[in-house]
């Protein structure tokens, strides 16, 4: 499908030879018109620099750039799709700077300094994760983006948005709920990528709070580690190495309860007690 003058992602992934790598966790998102929804999903692009992590044959990377995004930073650690970006950004003249290397290797921080960023990736399903992680827990805050626009599996998404008593409650849950405002925007089916995985993915669209409850990002991440760690235990043994009963009856929470039952502000309030 052509929708901006560049060859169809099919022909390019067949011309570069670029066949999705499982080792890599690639899954490439070849649908102009889904790729264009995700970019919408991040609201008006003309004023910010976009950061994306794993490009590949460039499908997002050119829906943000049609969706006018003032400058693209794209991150590609497989560097046989880099001759396929430089076509984009022979097409789009100073508008993409992609950098060869590791997105776990890099620091955001640096990249666009003093610039309106938001993070926008149909993440390899190896590194979503641990990516998110690290956004959510910059030590300053509000952080160095606007928002995190991200696509991931399903059962990962939900864990994200999930509160209280669902099923999916934990560390994930606390984390982005504590920091952020975060929904499911729009599912995508398996057959929308080459290869198809075996589960739907999910766009997740996050907002940092101007305000999150005061925390120490450290403690925070122990105590949410030990009570999901043992979830199917009562907190007061879960906990135990970080005080357990005594701790649990300072902030008043019954020792019998367990972790999925208890609230962003519970798991601040113990955090803060460590």
Known sequence: MRIDGLPPLRDVIERHGLQAKKALGQNFLLDLNLTSK????????TQTTVIEVGPGPGGL??????????????????ERCLSALAEI???YPNRLEVISGDALKTDF??????????????????????LLVRWLTVLDWPPFYQSLTLMFQREVAQRIVATPRDDAYGRLGVL???????RIAFDVPPQAFTPPPKVTSSVVHLVPRAAPLQADVVKLGRVTEAAFGQRRKMLRQSLKSLGGEALLQRVGIDPTR??????????VALANLI
């Open 89 to 91: 950004s022979d097409h």
């Open 176 to 182: 982005a709920g504590w920091r952020t405002d975060a």
């Open 258 to 267: 367990r972790a999925e039952t208890l609230d962003v502000e519970d798991f």
């Open 38 to 45: 995700v970019a919408r999903a991040a609201g008006d692009l």
């Open 109 to 130: 921080t640096a990249l666009a300094p003093g610039e309106d960023v938001k993070i926008v990736a149909n993440l390899p399903y190896n590194i979503g994760t641990e």
């Open 61 to 78: 990377t050119r829906a943000l750039l049609l969706s006018d995004a003032k400058r693209v930073i794209a991150i590609e650690r497989d």
